[in-house]
Nanobody, 125 residues
Framework: VQLVESGGGLAQPGGSLRLSCTASGFTFSDYAMSWARRAPGKGLEWISGLYSESTGLRYANSVRGRFSISRDNAKNTLYLQMNSLKPEDTAVYYC???????????????????WGQGTQVTVSS
């Protein structure tokens, strides 16, 4: 199993970025996928996940209405469109794979079994 994030970088407050996560080594469409982040000096925060657009689509309160998660199973790719970025969105963002179709905000090894290496997002003027 391999998850590779891309698309991070520097954005201004109010700006946008689109993260991608390319998956390999498993049948991507069979599993729920999520995004999590770790801000400087803070713990890991689950921010969004989905199994399909009609199943298990969820957002953390901190990003609801600003971020949008989607997936393209034909391309084995998970996306995170981030709009109206704030300085507090600065973090390393990780793509994580569920063990099944479940999406939960509780990040444990019992639920998630694979992580990407992370991509840095910095929001600053």
């Amino acid at each position: 199993v391999q998850l590779v994030e891309s698309g991070g970088g520097l954005a201004q407050p109010g700006g946008s970025l689109r993260l991608s996560c390319t998956a390999s080594g498993f049948t991507f469409s069979d599993y729920a996928m999520s995004w999590a982040r770790r801000a400087p000096g803070k713990g890991l925060e689950w921010i969004s996940g989905l199994y399909s657009e009609s199943t298990g689509l969820r957002y953390a309160n901190s990003v609801r209405g600003r971020f949008s998660i989607s997936r393209d199973n034909a391309k084995n790719t998970l996306y995170l469109q981030m709009n109206s970025l704030k300085p507090e969105d600065t973090a390393v963002y990780y793509c994580i794979k569920s063990r099944d179709a479940v999406v939960t905000s509780y990040i444990t090894d019992e639920v998630y079994d694979a992580w990407g290496q992370g991509t840095q997002v910095t929001v600053s003027s």
